[in-house]
């Protein structure tokens, strides 16, 4: 059985309580089928990485690496968060276009590709995932690699004139048809890359799902990410859940809650959110002293200016309509900036009458799931969906709206709120059929079984000075440094005289799932 290589800019940690749905699907798959995480650490140095650390963590190895500041700032900060984030969602007015961004972003990859490329063994499929690292194939592949590797992208792909504004577009582009299989969210997704494909990289289709462009082949396909739903149900159980329902019915016990759940981040539409509740308790007054928003916004990214522009704007816009309409013992939004663990969160969903999620884009949308997942099935809640949300095309018997227009969504928010229960059950029940027949294990699967399919990419010859089977490590079990001097060379590998292939380095530290 091959051995699974989960590839992410970040590797979980397993002391964290309140995990992002990233890392805890590929958690989920690691631990299922054994294997080995590689990804940032977290730590930035102001030299040269290191040897990435290695570690156990149950069935799994965790791998991770560093970055230099220079590096984590073009890179993370600046291609990924300055670059690739607002483009993917649609905000070309807050990409800032820098060429050292990009050429950090090709460093770290590179990093990446050298960094991994040492512990892997022949018959590894390798899974690498979202947008920081969608030139890793290549780079892998210029090394020698020639594993199965695919790519899923978490975010939304973007539309054709919207990826067109990246200067390094083509580049971009070139570098994914590297990998064998490349995963998306959403048939809206799949379209937007086709539509690229086709129309800027003179590619074509050349059976189902194969697309051709840049003298490569890949297969790309749908994919939409889940949740295990009967896990989080579970949690509802538990007594942090409990207790947060419990303070939730003694608090608000003549009230109806409304609940948001979401990282403070321009693409969630948390600013056209308030604006659609005011609107509910301007033109339907029969909400007011009744209906309550709680809305959980968790601290992200707030060292981008960006991210601490959407947060003065929303707390203003919470402060506004508080004080407009609030009375002593009723307030309309109660807003956290804060991190909920999952239990907490699984008790907040399930003490609510409506779900909102309104995302002006997203990937897909887990709270969505989740919110399905932990509501009681004899008296659910109300989901109100953005459309704008890959979750959208899975998830049809929710409300579905335009979060643009506050109009139609506080005319949803009214319908929810006054949803009949024999209503509310039966879109209950097929919502929640569905996230438990497509959950994370069902994504996994299908991901993995396409992934299977695919025959590898043949390797471009390595960017080496000297063959590849003629170089070892320096010392025994040492992993190599990342960059090569100013001449070219590697100064972490030597030169092994005869025509034999030299060892491997022990990598009895690193195998597992055998």
Known sequence: ??????????????????????????????????????????????????????????????????????????????????????????????????????????????????????????????????????????????????????????????????????????????????????????????????????????????????????????????????????????????????????????????????????????????????????????????????????????????????YAAIRRQFESLCGAINGDFGELDWMPVRYMHQVLTRAQLAGLCRSAAVGLVTPLRDGMNLVAKEFIAAQDPADPGVLVLSRFAGAAEQLQEALLVNPYDAHSTANSLDQALQMPLAERIERHQKLLARIEAEDVHWWCQRFLQALDQCQPAMPRKPRLSVPAHRLVAAADGELPMTRPTRDGSFPYLRVVSGSAPAPRPDAAAIRMGR
């Open 1 to 306: 059985m091959s051995r699974l290589v989960i590839v992410s800019n970040r590797v979980a940690d397993p002391q964290d309580a309140a995990p992002g749905g990233l890392a805890i699907a590929l958690e989920e798959a690691l631990q299922r089928h054994g294997g080995l995480w590689f990804g940032w650490g977290g730590a930035v140095t102001e030299q040269s990485p290191a040897q990435p650390s290695i570690r156990p963590w149950g069935a799994v190895t965790v791998a991770t690496t560093t970055l230099e500041r220079c590096d984590h700032d073009s890179y993370y900060s600046g291609f990924c968060n300055n670059v690739l984030w607002p483009v993917f969602h649609n905000r070309l007015d807050l990409a800032a276009f820098d060429p050292s961004f990009y050429e950090g972003y090709q460093r770290v990859n590179r990093q990446f590709a050298q960094q991994l490329l040492p512990l892997l063994q022949p018959d590894d499929v390798i899974w690498v995932h979202d947008y920081h690292l969608m030139a890793l194939a290549s780079e892998l592949r210029a090394l020698g690699c020639q594993q199965r590797i695919g790519f899923f992208l978490h975010i939304p792909f973007p539309p054709l004139v919207a990826l067109g504004a990246v200067p390094q577009h083509k580049a971009l582009m070139q570098a994914l048809m590297a990998f064998d299989l490349v995963g998306l969210q959403s048939r809206q997704d799949l379209q937007h890359f086709e539509s690229y494909v086709l129309a800027q990289a003179d590619g074509r289709i050349s059976h189902r799902h194969h697309y051709r462009a840049h003298g490569q082949q890949t297969r790309c396909e749908v994919f939409p990410i889940g949740i295990d739903a009967r896990a989080f149900a579970a949690l509802t159980d538990t007594p942090p859940a409990q207790q947060v329902q419990a303070t939730l019915e003694q608090e608000y016990r003549q009230r109806r809650l409304v609940v948001g759940i979401d990282r403070l981040d321009y693409s969630k539409g948390l600013p056209e959110r308030i604006h659609a509740f005011r609107d509910l308790l301007e033109r339907h007054p029969a909400h007011r002293r009744s209906a309550t928003l709680v809305q959980i916004g968790s601290p992200t990214r707030e060292h981008l200016l960006a």
